[in-house]
């Protein structure tokens, strides 16, 4: 049996995407934050402000791809992670809104909130496109036995 550790030299995948998941979950809650501050509806903002994470999550996987190759199944978790990150923030945000409505809520009430204003793409349109995308990726990822290079 092998006791010996890895040499500090050694790339470790919770030292790379720990703090990208870190960031990322604190990146959601400001814009769920300003979204709520704002009124509680999608607008400019929120819209803003989610389009500077993407920017951001794009950034930081390209200038830590080569390391992200060297995790197995690394591109994929990273991608997992973003999608998460954003996608439970916007339906988490929903769901609030949703028990904000109290008993008194009628399910027109929530079929309005949820299906007729820019709540509906932040939610389904976006959790179903984007989990297409993701599954294709896990997909291709088990197909290739974790290694995107």
Do not use: C, K
């Not at 791809?65 to 954003?86: E, K, S």
């Not at 820019?118 to 995308?133: E, H, I, K, Q, R």
């Not at 997909?139 to 036995?145: I, K, P």
Request: proline content about 2%; hydrophobic content about 55%; overall charge positive.
């Amino acid at each position: 049996m092998d006791t010996t550790t890895a040499s500090s030299g050694t790339l470790n995948a919770r030292s790379l995407l720990l703090p990208y998941l870190l960031a990322l979950v604190a990146a959601m809650a400001l814009v769920q934050a300003v979204i709520a501050l704002t009124g509680g509806g999608i607008g400019v903002a929120g819209g803003a402000l989610t389009a500077a994470v993407a920017a951001g999550t794009a950034a930081w996987i390209w200038r830590n791809y080569r390391r992200l190759t060297r995790i197995r199944f690394g591109l994929a978790i990273a991608h997992v992670i973003a999608f998460l990150a954003v996608t439970a923030s916007f339906n988490l945000h929903a769901v609030i809104r949703l028990f904000a409505l109290g008993p008194d809520g009628t399910e027109a009430q929530a079929a309005q909130e949820l299906l007729a204003t820019p709540w509906f793409g932040a939610t389904l349109l976006m959790s179903a496109v984007w989990g297409t995308g993701v599954l294709i990726h896990l997909a291709g990822s088990v197909l290739g036995r974790g290694w995107e290079d």
